[in-house]
């Protein structure tokens, strides 16, 4: 069983990344933060642990685009605004 299964959503917008809504194994901690009016992408950052001695696995996952943004101006935003570490 993992010690720790953490994900915390981000949304990148014109004005950089703003964190979003946490999960520990799946289920909201805290408050469910909405999206900004001017989120471009969404992207979940998962921070994994499998035991108490292994170290963690952390992976990123876009999972909203707003198609209304070329794809072009997104990675324009993206290398601007690294990701949040």
Known sequence: MAVDDL???YHLTSRGWVEGTHKFFGNV?????ESPQDTVET????IYQRSGWSG????WKCIWVDSKMDEKKR???RN???KPS
């Open 43 to 46: 992207w979940v950052k998962n």
């Open 56 to 59: 963690e696995e952390i992976s």
């Open 75 to 77: 990675n324009e935003l």
């Open 7 to 9: 994900e915390i959503e």
């Open 29 to 33: 901690d805290g408050e469910k933060i």
């Open 80 to 82: 601007e605004f690294p």
